[in-house]
Each structure stands twice: as structure tokens, then as C-alpha cells.
């Protein structure tokens, strides 16, 4: 029975898990249904803005063999209904939405105490994937990205998708000729080439959530209307000490366990064009070539990220202090050879339509993705399924150093506003609990790095010389000559 009151961190309500044949019932017609929920141990489900269809697994224990009885055989479909008391969940059932498609059977064991009884993994994943895989795309959209998305996710022909579709509209007026690509590849290049009609951004993300698909910018998931940076809509500390069991509210936003993932890799930084790149675009039917530098820090402030400064933009809490290279007189975004592309491009190829030129494209979204790929968190915390991939959640990561006042402090930089890229929810029978595993990003820092405009000067010796290897061999021969 579900409920809507939250009497415990990690409490929830597993109300539908049940199979659906592609065998019809003999007797009372209709396909033929199962309930697994009395034999169900664990429940797993991933949504990620980087991956485009929602998938996860159920573990069973079965007595009964219902994989050889039913049979499972990857035709089957699951109704599956989950939430947290009090909040919205997931419902892909029959009744309120639309059930999983079932692929595969894994980590089949039998049970040594019983030999009756096996326990193994269902796999299932969103049915669109089955329509994706059996399915090309050979023709042209023309207009707005949005409606040829909305075309590929709605055709009987494509993806034949009965679920919302979320989408940022686009200020695009393109042609593009699709040559027999799968629909998710058509959508994922479409939206490399998608530009936001209210951020100064382009490439956008397809995904899947509890709620239904979502085409749009990065942005737009950390900024609003164009104007403000989009509130958090759940905060979570680590609390040192135990929490207080009797406190949900406490016990809700606690972090159980956290661990920070690659916060520094400068060198990959520099070599992927984070920070500064050169694109040379060569134009072969207007017979134009032309260079487009990009700069990090100049472009910072035209951009909203996961930290902003009173919800505007902000244009000093970037990743990347300003500090000048060695003798350079230069910082890194000033270094436009640390990556050097080469692309084609012919503006107005189809007459009337008009692409997107490549110097809008590519280096923002090649800085903005390695960017995001850094700073990133996993935070083990109770199940909660008002959050979703996409939002914008508030981490208090606390200073790892001695505490004096009894006053724990924040980390100045690293704490505050993050991106969730993934969810992994993971409800145990057997415990009787919900717990999510959260994947978060972060492209700013929530205190600006302290700036140093003057050269550091590092004294040491001048040792540039050039001696050749003979003479190196010369000096010890002569001293093996002397002894």
C-alpha cells in the first residue's frame, strides 16, 4: 500500500513490478501478465543527461522458473511503479505511462541451500531503444532542429514515442540530408548543430527522465528564461557526526558517503582546448579561409554556469585562475595553439537555409564539455525521486581541516551549486531501503580563485648549455687514462 508520508530517510513506496508476456492469456484474453514484486530483491534504475533512454535492472529469487515457464526471452515488458512517499516517482505502467521493454537475463546463480530455488538479473530499458535499433532515418528536415526531433521521437516509422518531449527551442533555419542513420545518431547530430534561441550557446543534450525525453542546451538546465540562474532544488551536506534518525528532514539532506572526482588534470585541460584553441575554417565554395582564437576567461561571462553571482552571469569564478605562464607574460586562455582544428565550412549550401557557422559550434562546446568532465562528485544519499538528471542540486562540502569553533567551514571553491549528470536508484527488499548514487558536475567556483597579476618569479640556476656526448666520453676516458 502506497503512502505519502515519509517517516524515515530512504522509505518508499514499490507499488508495480510485473511482467508482461508476448504471449496472450487463453482464457481471460489480453497479454499475459506476471507479478514479480513478491520475488523482487533489488531494483536498480540510471537516468543521464549523456545517455539517451532510461535502463536498469531487477534482481529476482525464483522458485518457480518462471524465465522457462513464462517464458523471459527479451520480448517481455515491465510495468514498474516506484517513488518516495509524498513525492513524484516513476510510472511506466500500463495505467499512467509506459511499461520498460525486458533484454536480457544476467548473473543467472542457483541457490546452494535450495537447489529449487536461482537467483538472477531482468534487464530492461526504455521500448524507444528496441525502435532505434531496427530503425534508419534517409531523408531531409528542414526548418527548426526542434520539429525534426519532434518527427523522429513521434513517427511510427522512427522512434514511435508516446512520452513528453521537453525541448529549448532553437534558432535554426537549416536543411540537413540524413543518409540512413539511426534515429538516436540523427537526434545527436542534429543537436551538435543546434543553437539556443535565448543563450549564447550551441549542441544540446537528449536524454531521458522520470518525466519524459528532453532536447536542450547545457545552459538552460543551469540558467532560466535567459535572465537568472536556475534555483537548486535540493541541498545536501556531510554531516561528521550521526545525524539524528528522528530528524528526517536532517537525515534527507545528509550525504552518507562522497567522493571528488579528478578536480585537476591541467594537462588534459590544455591539450582538449579548454582553455584557448585556434579553429581555422576553410570555406571551399566561397574560396574564404578564416581563424576564430578562443578565450576562455573572455568568453566566461557571456556564458551562465553552475555558480552565478545574485542569478546573473558572473565573469570571475572560473575553474582557471589568471596567473601568467612562466616568462610568457601570457595566462592560458591567451595560448590559442594549445589546440589547433582544421574544419570545413560552406554557409548556405541548401539556397535559403543557413547552418550554424563552425566557429560557433565547436570550441565552446569543446571547452564547456572537458570543462564539466572535471570537478565532478559522487554522493551516496537517501533515495529521493523529486530529483532528476539535469537538476541543479547544493553540495556544503565541508573543509577537510581541523575544526577549532565547533564551527565546521565550507570548502570555498569546490562547495555550493552542482550540475547532476546521473542518477542511480537502487531500492533494497531486503533492507527496506531507497538509496541514490548521484553523479554531479561543476564548471565554476562558488569563491573566485585569488588573481596574480605580477610574474612569480621562481629563482633558478642557468644550467642552458649544449655539450655534445663525445666530449662527455672524452672527460671519462681521460680520467680512466689517469688512473
Known amino acids: 500500500m502506497a503512502t505519502d508520508n515519509l517517516t524515515k530517510a530512504g522509505d518508499f513506496n514499490l507499488e508495480v513490478v510485473e511482467l508482461i508476456s508476448y504471449r496472450?492469456?487463453?482464457?481471460?484474453?489480453?497479454?499475459?501478465?506476471?507479478?514479480i514484486k513478491p520475488i523482487t530483491l533489488l531494483v536498480e534504475l540510471v537516468e543521464d543527461i549523456t545517455e539517451t533512454f532510461l535502463s536498469g535492472s531487477i534482481t529476482v529469487y525464483d522458485t518457480q522458473d518462471i524465465r522457462t515457464t513464462l517464458p523471459i526471452t527479451g520480448l517481455e515488458r515491465l510495468n514498474l511503479k516506484f517513488s518516495t512517499p509524498g513525492m513524484p516517482g516513476y510510472a511506466f505502467n500500463e495505467e499512467e505511462g509506459v511499461p520498460f521493454q525486458v533484454y536480457k537475463i544476467e548473473e543467472v546463480k542457483v541457490d546452494e541451500s535450495f537447489n529449487r530455488g536461482q537467483f538472477y538479473k531482468i534487464y530492461f530499458i526504455s521500448p524507444e531503444a528496441y525502435n532505434n535499433d531496427t530503425t534508419r532515418v534517409s531523408q531531409a528536415f528542414e526548418g527548426v532542429i526542434e520539429d525534426a526531433v519532434d518527427i523522429l521521437l513521434r513517427d511510427k516509422t522512427f522512434l514511435n514515442s508516446k512520452k513528453e518531449l521537453f525541448f529549448e527551442p532553437t534558432k535554426s533555419n537549416t536543411k540537413n540530408v540524413i543518409p540512413n542513420l539511426k534515429p538516436i545518431n540523427t537526434i545527436k547530430f542534429l543537436g551538435k548543430q543546434a543553437r539556443s534561441s535565448l543563450y549564447a550557446n550551441t549542441g544540446y543534450m537528449f536524454y531521458e527522465t522520470a518525466t519524459g525525453f528532453n532536447f536542450r542546451s547545457i545552459e538552460s538546465m543551469l540558467a532560466m528564461g535567459g535572465a537568472s540562474a536556475r534555483p537548486s532544488k535540493w541541498s545536501f551536506s556531510h554531516q561528521i557526526a550521526n545525524v539524528d534518525k528522528m530528524n528526517v528532514a536532517k537525515q534527507m539532506n545528509n550525504v552518507i558517503r562522497y567522493e571528488y572526482l579528478s578536480p585537476v588534470d591541467m594537462d588534459l585541460n590544455i591539450n582538449a582546448g579548454a582553455y584557448a584553441s585556434r579553429l581555422i575554417t576553410i570555406d571551399h565554395f566561397n574560396k574564404k579561409i578564416e581563424t576564430n582564437d578562443f578565450d576562455y576567461s573572455a568568453s566566461f561571462g557571456n556564458h551562465f554556469h553552475t555558480e552565478h553571482k545574485d542569478g546573473a552571469k558572473s565573469d570571475d569564478q572560473m575553474t582557471l585562475p589568471l596567473h601568467k605562464l612562466y616568462d610568457t607574460d601570457k595566462d592560458l586562455s591567451q595560448m590559442p595553439m594549445s589546440k589547433l582544428m582544421v574544419m570545413s565550412e560552406t554557409a548556405q549550401k541548401h539556397n535559403d537555409y543557413e547552418d550554424i557557422p563552425v566557429n560557433e559550434l565547436v570550441q565552446q562546446q569543446n571547452s564547456?564539455?572537458?570543462?564539466?568532465?572535471?570537478?565532478?562528485?559522487?554522493?551516496?544519499?537517501?533515495?529521493?525521486?523529486?530529483?532528476?538528471?539535469?537538476?541543479?542540486?547544493?553540495?556544503?562540502?565541508?573543509?577537510?581541516a581541523p575544526v577549532y569553533d565547533k564551527k565546521e567551514q565550507l570548502n570555498p571553491y569546490m562547495a555550493g551549486r552542482y550540475l547532476i549528470k546521473s542518477i542511480k536508484h537502487t531500492i533494497s527488499i531486503e533492507s527496506s531501503s531507497h538509496d541514490m548514487v548521484i553523479h554531479a558536475m561543476k564548471d565554476a567556483v562558488r569563491t573566485p580563485y585569488p588573481i596574480e597579476t605580477s610574474q612569480v618569479q621562481i629563482p633558478t640556476p642557468d644550467r642552458s648549455t649544449a655539450t655534445t656526448v663525445y666530449d662527455v666520453d672524452a672527460n671519462i676516458l681521460s680520467k680512466v687514462g689517469d688512473e
Open 24 to 35: 496472450n492469456h487463453v482464457e481471460e484474453g489480453g497479454p499475459l501478465l506476471m507479478d
Open 368 to 400: 564547456q564539455t572537458t570543462l564539466l568532465n572535471q570537478n565532478n562528485i559522487i554522493l551516496l544519499v537517501h533515495g529521493n525521486t523529486l530529483l532528476n538528471a539535469g537538476d541543479i542540486i547544493t553540495f556544503n562540502m565541508p573543509l577537510m
